[in-house]
């Protein structure tokens, strides 16, 4: 059986699980690949004393692994943007094939290393950079290949699900927050996660497979959890939804949408059961329908999972001297569309309002009007006497579907008003149809 080297760049969370797993399943491995995959160097800035490295060469500078001429494939553990970048280039350039983890690198990044691994004729691999072990790219760019992709919507980021499952209990932000961090679930800087930015990575991504067209990070709108309250989980539960915090792209003829935020989702749906610190992704394709991807979106030996899924995939391809046998964003270079990402005022949705009023007669006669005004229909309305306080009454308010500008022009009119105290609260709802 031919042998194909490999080495490991970082040895952290995903890197120690990547190595342990294909040390434990070497046989089961290389009968699937049809070749042994051999780790032959691993370089991370920090010894790690408790992986048996035996005769696998050392170093601690990662650039020596791109420039090895005993590594094959090179797996990219490091994260990060511009260091891991010029080592996945320097890979390239040397004729290695890689496998990444890292969706922020592929998210910012790929449509240039993408066009340097097609002129240098090479593999670069990216799985386990998307949901942790769940294959939904190779579901994405291989199962569902025959299928015109109309929306993609996900849990994509564990932590924030995290922190809006627990508040369901009526537990505040900050408390669950910091639970979160010392669980480890949550980085000591938290914003990549809780601010949506981590799922926009993710969502370009997705967007970008599904679709056929460029890597649009720079475009995305994100929006984060940090305003949710556990009022608004509560009253969307007695609406008959559930808050969650969702990727959500979508193709129509003049561009594609590409957002991430707080998302109100029937009760009922799939996708809103999915608690804790798991992912799910809802695929709607032409000739399938929807399909759902669930699991663990990251963990060591989860992430792993995925990342000796690619290096079975690139093995294969070098031994046995083939090309790359899927296209990199699942269309030929040739097939892709230069479809725009649209303006947030451009999507539809419907709308929760929570708006803060005086408890005066006429207030919600005037906020009906302002609706209205701007061609808004109110599907439910909540207002609960027992909730005055100092003159103040919550009135909560669930909208058909409208366009984004028309409920942005709403809430300034509204917030303009005598009558409603601070801002409106805004989260939009999402039914999958």
């Not at 390239?92 to 290393?113: C, D, F, P, Q, S």
Request: charged fraction near 25%; aromatic fraction near 6%; glycine fraction near 10%.
């Amino acid at each position: 059986m031919k042998e194909v080297r490999v080495g490991i760049c970082g040895l952290g969370t995903v890197g120690g699980g990547t190595f342990r797993v294909l040390a434990r399943n070497a046989s089961l491995i290389a009968g699937r690949a049809g070749c042994h995959i051999r780790v032959t160097r691993v370089a991370t800035r920090t010894p790690k004393p408790e992986f048996e490295l035996g005769d696998i060469a050392f170093s601690k500078d990662v650039f020596d692994v791109a420039k090895d001429s005993n590594v094959d494939i090179l797996v990219e553990l490091i994260g990060g943007y511009d260091t891991a970048k010029e080592l996945v280039m320097t890979a390239i350039r040397n004729g290695k094939h890689v496998v990444t983890a890292n969706k922020a690198l592929i998210a910012v990044h790929g449509n240039e290393i993408f066009e340097e691994a097609e002129k240098h004729g090479v593999i670069v691999a990216y799985e386990a950079g998307v949901a942790g072990g769940i294959p939904v790219i190779k579901a994405i760019r291989e199962g569902m290949a025959a299928n015109r992709i109309d929306w993609i919507a996900g849990i994509i980021n564990g932590t924030g699900n995290y922190i809006l499952t627990e508040m369901r209990a009526g537990r505040e932000f900050d408390e669950v927050l910091r639970e979160a961090q010392a669980l480890g679930y949550a980085e000591a800087d938290p914003t990549f996660d809780v601010e949506g930015i981590d799922a926009a990575h993710k969502l370009t991504i997705l967007a970008s497979a599904g679709f056929g067209v460029p890597l649009q990070f720079d475009s995305a709108y994100t929006e984060g959890i940090s305003g949710v309250t556990p009022y608004d989980i509560s009253h969307a539960e007695l609406l008959g939804y559930r808050i969650k915090h969702l990727g959500i792209a979508r193709r129509r003829d003049d561009g594609i949408e590409l957002r991430v935020h707080p998302t109100l989702v029937p009760r009922s749906h799939l996708i809103a059961q999915v608690d804790g610190v798991l992912n799910a992704i809802l695929v709607d394709g032409d000739a399938v329908g929807q399909t759902m991807y669930y699991g663990p979106g990251a963990g060591d030996e989860a992430t792993a999972s995925a990342v000796i899924a690619d290096l079975v995939d690139v093995a294969r391809s070098v031994s046995c001297a083939s090309e790359q046998r899927v296209p990199y964003l699942g269309f030929r270079p040739e097939a892709m569309e230069n479809l725009s990402v649209l303006p947030m005022e451009d999507i539809q949705s419907a709308y929760y309002l929570r708006i803060q009023a005086l408890d005066r007669p006429g207030v919600l006669a005037k906020v009906a009007s302002i609706l209205s005004e701007h061609g808004i229909n109110i599907e439910s309305i909540m207002q609960k006497e027992s909730e005055v306080q100092d003159g103040r009454i919550p009135v909560i308010i669930l909208t058909h579907t409208v366009q984004e500008r028309q409920i942005n022009r709403a809430i300034e009119d509204l917030e303009a008003l005598a009558d409603i105290e601070g801002r409106v609260v805004r989260i939009r709802a999402e039914n999958f149809s």
